[in-house]
């Protein structure tokens, strides 16, 4: 566990209960203190891996992009390129048991990993729900098969354009026609295996093409269950000023939901406090010799969660300069994606 002042920016205080915030007559309503629910006090509802670092493209909008960091040259990209075997099972053993979510994501592009797809059939035999992000330039027939005959619960496609002169730019190095052949063969796959795997295309709302947002979702939904519009985000490196919308979901002041929902583990095993952490800059352990189930429920995890009810960013450097906590949400998020998507599917069925 890493110590206390390289995680606070100053010295932790006594401890305090959640803040108890209420509303008074004729006045707006205030964001309210936030606590574990049932489901999620002894393990996070979603478990987030970072597959894998090699990526076979060059989004302009990626943090990890060269041109936009030099992340996949810090050593523990080096060393660990790829999640290993012993680090992906003890994830996956442990999310399993509590039938939490496993998302499948990654500094790079999941499918380079070669063991990718084994990770994921390996997870739903242990019972994890697996949500599987990637770019679509590597989903084979093959691999779309198994994911589906495993009973993937839900497959994100990042597509980003509806034509291929925008998604050479936006999606540097794929080809748009590949792309979109993998995409509506998976689909196809899908409806004719008649599973439950909820299939969605995203696109980030950033200048590129936000006067065509409304084209591209136009363009996709008729091929998938759901289109979701994502905020561009800066991961403490993109430029703000590169989002197409920069209007905020939460009240700059709010709680963050993620610190009550998800945990960011690294491709070397290394628990991170937020999913925004992609510079590494907190350890809460690794899973090789301590549990998820123990960092999530242990005393720094708690404190941060207070600071985060108390509203005292100032106590928690990550936290306090962080710019895309605005565009998280309590409602619009990952958990509500998947209800969309279902409901979605089901009535394709119906119909």
Same mark, same amino acid.
Not at 42 to 58: D, G
């Given at each position: 566990?890493?110590? $206390?002042?390289?995680?606070?920016?100053?010295?932790?205080?006594?401890?305090?209960?959640?803040?108890? &915030?209420? /509303?008074?007559?004729?006045?707006?309503?205030?964001? @309210?203190?936030?606590?574990?629910?049932?489901? /999620?006090?002894?393990?996070?509802?979603?478990?987030?891996?970072? /597959?894998?670092? @090699? %990526?076979?493209? !060059?989004?302009?909008? #990626?943090?990890?992009?060269?041109?936009?960091?030099?992340?996949?040259?810090?050593?523990?990209?080096?060393?660990?390129?790829?999640?290993?075997?012993?680090?992906?099972?003890?994830?996956?053993?442990?999310?399993?048991?509590?039938?939490?979510?496993?998302?499948?994501?990654?500094?790079?592009? @999941?499918?380079?990993?070669?063991? #990718? =797809?084994?990770?994921?059939?390996?997870?739903?035999?242990?019972? #994890?729900?697996?949500?599987? *992000?990637?770019?679509?330039?590597?989903?084979?027939?093959?691999?779309?098969?198994?994911?589906?005959?495993?009973?993937?619960?839900?497959?994100?496609?990042?597509?980003?354009?509806?034509?291929?002169?925008?998604?050479? *730019?936006?999606?540097?190095?794929?080809?748009?026609?590949?792309?979109?052949?993998? *995409?509506?063969?998976?689909?196809?796959?899908?409806?004719?295996?008649?599973?439950?795997?909820? +299939?969605?295309?995203?696109?980030?709302?950033?200048?590129? =093409?936000?006067?065509?947002?409304?084209?591209?979702?136009?363009?996709?939904?008729?091929?998938?269950?759901?289109? $979701?519009?994502?905020?561009?985000?800066?991961?403490?490196?993109?430029?703000?000023?590169?989002?197409?919308?920069?209007?905020?979901? &939460?009240? @700059?002041?709010?709680? %963050?939901? !993620?610190? !009550?929902?998800?945990?960011?583990?690294?491709?070397?095993?290394?628990?991170?406090? %937020?999913?925004?952490? +992609?510079?590494?800059?907190?350890?809460?352990?690794?899973?090789?010799?301590?549990? +998820?189930?123990?960092?999530? /429920?242990?005393?720094?995890?708690?404190?941060?969660?207070?600071?985060?009810?108390?509203?005292?960013?100032?106590?928690?450097? *990550? %936290?306090?300069?962080?710019?895309?906590?605005?565009?998280?949400?309590?409602?619009?998020?990952?958990?509500?994606?998947?209800?969309?998507?279902? $409901?979605?599917? $089901?009535?394709?069925?119906?119909?």
């Amino acid at each position: 566990m890493m110590s $206390q002042e390289n995680l606070y920016k100053i010295e932790r205080g006594a401890e305090k209960q959640p803040v108890e &915030l209420s /509303t008074a007559q004729g006045t707006a309503a205030k964001e @309210p203190a936030y606590s574990l629910t049932e489901e /999620t006090k002894l393990f996070p509802k979603m478990v987030v891996i970072n /597959t894998c670092y @090699p %990526c076979n493209a !060059f989004c302009p909008h #990626c943090p990890y992009t060269p041109t936009n960091s030099k992340i996949r040259m810090e050593a523990r990209a080096r060393e660990f390129p790829y999640m290993p075997w012993d680090v992906f099972k003890a994830i996956a053993d442990e999310v399993g048991k509590h039938k939490a979510i496993l998302r499948f994501s990654g500094a790079g592009e @999941p499918l380079v990993h070669k063991q #990718c =797809v084994d990770y994921i059939e390996y997870a739903k035999s242990v019972g #994890c729900q697996v949500g599987l *992000i990637n770019n679509g330039s590597l989903m084979t027939e093959e691999r779309a098969r198994r994911m589906l005959e495993a009973k993937v619960e839900m497959i994100e496609f990042s597509v980003d354009a509806a034509d291929p002169e925008t998604y050479d *730019i936006v999606r540097k190095g794929l080809k748009f026609e590949k792309t979109l052949a993998n *995409i509506k063969k998976t689909v196809e796959l899908r409806n004719s295996l008649k599973t439950n795997t909820r +299939i969605i295309a995203s696109v980030v709302d950033q200048k590129l =093409v936000h006067h065509m947002i409304d084209d591209i979702v136009a363009f996709w939904k008729p091929i998938v269950d759901v289109v $979701q519009v994502r905020k561009y985000l800066t991961w403490d490196i993109n430029d703000l000023n590169n989002s197409g919308d920069v209007t905020p979901y &939460l009240d @700059p002041e709010a709680a %963050c939901p !993620f610190p !009550f929902d998800r945990l960011l583990i690294d491709s070397n095993g290394d628990m991170r406090f %937020c999913v925004y952490d +992609i510079k590494a800059r907190t350890n809460w352990g690794n899973v090789l010799k301590e549990t +998820i189930s123990s960092v999530w /429920t242990g005393p720094d995890f708690d404190q941060l969660r207070r600071f985060h009810n108390d509203r005292e960013f100032n106590r928690m450097e *990550i %936290c306090e300069k962080c710019l895309d906590r605005q565009f998280r949400s309590w409602d619009y998020n990952y958990f509500l994606l998947r209800e969309k998507a279902q $409901q979605a599917l $089901q009535e394709k069925i119906a119909n």
